[in-house]
């Protein structure tokens, strides 16, 4: 059995962080993760001005030319939200963290060739292919079972410390339900995008983001940004209700109020967000990024999660290096300022239609 100092499970945002921080400290880590690199992952791919400090801060520089968007920047001051009242007015995705602004250019990505940089940039050692299916945790460490891409034979890896960094929908905080006591999900919202070749926005603004809150087509945001030569529409909505009709729906009111002109599409992605309570995991097994709830206002994500990963790295780090057993109390020591910026952002949030 291959054996390592801490095994993630993910290799988002937040899996790479937590893997950055304990290599750092001259770990062994494996991160394994169920998909093909580079995986995508349903998203608007905006880098916020705090991701960006933390990408410098965490990894040392600015991601590769290759990484972005032609389109690269979009200006904060040109994220706009539309009603057919008011037209025009500000909207904001990024708040102030400890009386701290960010940047207000932020950066447009392609999420597949970002995180798999993050990857390669935290020095750990991957397997991809390999689907987390089971784990057994005792005082000595953990053994986790993954069933890897084209094999029958589960495979089996030792570590001092798992993390789930496995997301939203994760398999490691559901398999420590079945341990200890995890506070449940809440309700789950749908989130629908449509990639188009982009013909002419008409009337609508260019270069910047729109935001439309309109319950006869969705619950939550409807929005729209342009990526490269591609339109992304973006739908969203509770459990259960038929988004590719309100894609349809959306498409319709763009043409008609804006005169939008969409060519070929290229791709559609989705996924169910559950509303998740914060749990920092227990034991030997630590929960990070959204797996552990850790999302900001109005669905920005991938600041939190590199934040508190590489805090869950460096809480093992310390703990491993001292010969603890306080990972837990570490990291949530060390999470409290961003667990003081989530109330922050749900005190502000303007998501819902
Ligand atoms: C439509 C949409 C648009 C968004 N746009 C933005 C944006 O523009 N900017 C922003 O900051 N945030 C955005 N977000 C939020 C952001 O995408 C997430 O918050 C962020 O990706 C969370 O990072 P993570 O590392 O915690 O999880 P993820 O990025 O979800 O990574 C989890 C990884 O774990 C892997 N995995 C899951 N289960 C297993 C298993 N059992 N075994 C092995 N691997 C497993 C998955 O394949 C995945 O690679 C958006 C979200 C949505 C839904």
Same mark, same amino acid.
Request: aromatic residues 10%; charged residues 20%.
């Given at each position: 059995m291959q054996q390592y100092d801490v095994v993630v499970v993910g290799s988002g945002p937040a899996g790479s962080s937590c893997a950055k921080a304990l290599t750092d400290e001259g770990l062994s880590v494996l991160v394994l993760e169920k998909e093909a690199l580079p995986?995508?992952? !349903?998203?608007? =791919?905006? @880098?916020?001005?705090q991701t960006q400090q933390l990408v410098k801060a965490y990894f040392g520089a600015d991601a590769p030319a290759e990484v972005y968007c032609d389109n690269r920047y979009i200006e904060a001051d040109d994220i706009r939200q539309w009603s057919p009242e008011r037209g025009y007015f500000p909207y904001s995705w990024e708040t102030d963290k400890d009386g701290v602004s960010f940047p207000r250019r932020y950066q447009n990505i392609w999420r597949d060739k970002f995180d798999k940089w993050l990857l390669d940039r935290s020095g750990a050692r991957y397997l991809d292919g390999a689907r987390v299916r089971g784990f057994e945790a005792g005082d000595g460490g953990v053994t986790v079972q993954a069933r890897l891409a084209g094999s029958d034979e589960p495979a089996v890896f030792?570590?001092?410390?798992?993390?789930?960094?496995?997301?939203?929908?994760?398999?490691?905080?559901?398999?420590?339900?079945?341990?200890?006591?995890?506070? !449940?999900?809440? =309700?789950? @919202?749908?989130?629908?995008?449509?990639?188009?070749?982009?013909e002419s926005l008409g009337t609508l603004k260019?270069?910047?983001?729109?935001?439309?809150?309109?319950?006869?087509?969705?619950?939550?945001?409807l929005c729209v940004h342009q990526k490269g030569d591609q339109l992304v529409l973006h739908v969203g909505g509770k459990d259960g209700r038929d988004l590719r009709g309100s894609m349809g729906k959306f498409k319709e009111f763009l043409e008609g109020e804006f005169g939008v002109?969409?060519?070929?599409?290229?791709?559609?992605?989705?996924?169910m967000l559950q509303l998740l309570p914060i749990f920092l995991g227990e034991g030997r097994v630590l929960v990070t990024g959204e797996a552990a709830g850790f999302i900001y206002l109005n669905c920005e994500g991938i600041s939190a999660a590199m934040d508190?990963?590489?805090?869950?790295?460096?809480?093992?780090?310390?703990?491993?290096?001292?010969?603890g057993n306080s990972a837990k109390d570490l990291y949530a020591q060390g999470c409290r300022d961003i667990l003081q910026h989530l109330e922050k952002c749900l005190s502000q949030m303007h998501f819902f239609a």
């Open positions: 995986r995508h992952k !349903a998203c608007s =791919g905006v @880098l916020f001005g030792g570590c001092k410390y798992l993390v789930g960094a496995d997301g939203n929908a994760s398999t490691v905080r559901r398999l420590l339900s079945a341990r200890t006591e995890v506070p !449940a999900a809440g =309700g789950k @919202l749908a989130s629908f995008q449509s990639y188009y070749r982009l260019k270069e910047g983001w729109t935001v439309f809150l309109m319950k006869e087509i969705g619950d939550f945001i002109r969409l060519g070929a599409h290229w791709r559609d992605e989705g996924c508190s990963g590489y805090r869950c790295g460096k809480s093992i780090a310390q703990t491993l290096q001292t010969g």
